[in-house]
């Protein structure tokens, strides 16, 4: 008699509103028929997927016990009852909530209705540590490119760098550099000092080449961009073994080197290219 209540239950809980039978493999819309918990009444409900979606009613109209004690406990009771038995073990078994038939519903997360934190920048992401493992999958799975050339960021040797330097027109005046300051603030007085003590004669300082031995008096409130130039040269098949040596030093200075043709201002350089083809004033 247990058996053919249950059918029949299972046979009325299959169909939508108009009386047809419901495709249980795939769902546009989460269907919740007959939600009986706490004070829900029978309440039958299609909610769409991909949309915001919210309940509002006066309190005690039963918003929470729709949205957490029945479409979230069921969601979460499903995932969990997909793990294996070992893990199954540690996470207990999770009630099953009144409700005739839940369809549609994927693995469900519940955010508690207060401020988690203070922190502005709080997502949905940050606060279920979501944002950690997407980070970590676009950094496994995903290929970078750079946001100015669009080209495909990948690592190269220093005979690739050589190469791609050689690849210029014959002629062209360029500067190799070292990036020693990316986007921090402060003075660095000592910094360039001890470029300047090393012999290295100019650095690019937020687009301008400058002087080491002038005094720059940068403001230690605003953030900065700093490159020492390694050589001034022009590239060329006599050149080889020049620039081949003032890669050599950029790469012992810093771990991403620039080539800087020296034809057209430019204030700007994607910092994302290991070797940025960018144009700078010419003063060789």
């Known amino acids: 008699m247990k058996s053919i209540r249950g059918s029949m239950a299972r046979k009325k809980s299959e169909l939508d509103l108009t009386g047809k039978v419901m495709d249980q493999t795939n769902f546009e819309k989460i269907i919740v028929r007959g939600a009986r918990e706490h004070n829900l009444q029978a309440v039958n409900l299609e909610i769409p997927k991909n949309q915001l979606i919210v309940f509002s009613g006066v309190s005690g109209s039963g918003k929470s016990s729709l949205a957490f004690d029945t479409l979230f406990a069921e969601g979460q009771r499903r995932y969990v009852e997909s793990l294996s038995s070992y893990a199954r073990q540690f996470l207990g078994q999770l009630p099953k ?3 005739e038939y839940l369809g549609g519903l994927s693995p469900s997360i519940s955010i508690q209705q207060k401020t ?9 992401g940050t606060i279920t540590e979501i944002h950690d493992f997407l980070r970590v999958l676009y950094a496994r799975v995903g290929v970078g490119h750079c946001p100015q050339c669009q080209g495909v960021i ?33 003075e660095f ?33 605003i953030k900065h ?10 590239v060329g098949p006599d050149a080889r073994g020049r620039v081949s040596e003032a890669i050599e030093t950029a790469l012992n200075r810093a771990p991403l080197p620039l080539l800087l043709p020296a034809m057209i201002q430019a204030t700007r350089f994607p910092t994302a290219c290991l070797i940025p083809v960018m144009p700078v004033p010419n003063v060789i």
Do not use: H, M
């Open 97 to 99: 909530p009144d409700v």
């Open 154 to 186: 990948q690592a190269q040797g220093r005979d690739q760098i050589l190469e791609s330097a050689l690849a210029l027109d014959s002629g062209t005046p360029v500067y190799v550099l070292a990036p020693v300051v990316k986007g921090q603030k402060g």
């Open 189 to 221: 007085k000592d910094l360039l000092e001890g470029f300047r003590r090393k012999g290295f004669l100019r650095a690019r300082v937020d687009g301008d080449i400058v002087q080491l031995d002038s005094d720059l008096n940068l403001d230690r409130k």
């Open 116 to 124: 988690a934190g203070r922190n502005p920048r709080s997502t949905v």
């Open 225 to 234: 961009n700093i490159e020492v130039v390694i050589d001034r040269l022009k």
